[in-house]
């Protein structure tokens, strides 16, 4: 009986062992192009998590950018991120403006994070009939932007 024991336990060491270091093995990671971690720097240095939110997490003044590439072609965020519109119509200061030289960057980042398979997450926000960010028109999460441009 002892032995049964010891072999049975013996046995699930050696199981939990071989379970553990396939735990433990270091997960394929995809490498990231540099153009996306420098329009990750010029995210964090401009501040853009103050108002926006990507994956869920930032502040929730803007709206959320995770799939902004999916809502929004290139050279509709490019004009908006360099020519940034009014934000507010009860105000007159406009979205803060990225260089000409860093907006690929940002572009190459944003489409990075819609690349991203995120199981539907974040949800769509529940918006109030009298919020003036989002409408059906323009889509989940998207402003609206003035024709011809910004008003900088």
């Known amino acids: 009986m002892r032995v049964l024991l010891l072999v049975v336990l013996a046995l699930s060491l050696a199981v939990f062992t071989v379970l553990a270091f396939i735990t433990i093995q270091p997960i394929a990671v995809m490498p990231v192009p540099e153009s996306v971690v420098r329009g990750k720097r010029v995210w964090q240095e401009h501040g853009c998590v103050g108002c926006h939110t990507i994956f869920g997490n930032g502040a929730y003044v803007a709206p959320d ?12 965020l490019r004009r908006f991120l360099t020519d940034g519109p009014i934000m507010r119509p009860s105000t007159t200061k406009p979205h803060p403006t990225v260089s000409p030289a860093q907006v690929g960057d ?11 398979d995120t199981a539907a997450w974040p949800p769509r926000p529940i918006i109030s009939p009298d919020e003036d960010v989002v ?12 024709e011809g441009g910004g008003g900088g």
Do not use: K, Q, Y
């Open 135 to 146: 409408s059906e028109e323009n889509g989940p999460g998207v402003e609206a932007m003035p």
């Open 65 to 76: 950018l995770t799939n902004v590439s999916e809502a929004r072609d290139r050279a509709w």
């Open 106 to 116: 940002v572009l190459n980042f944003l489409e990075h994070l819609s690349s991203i």
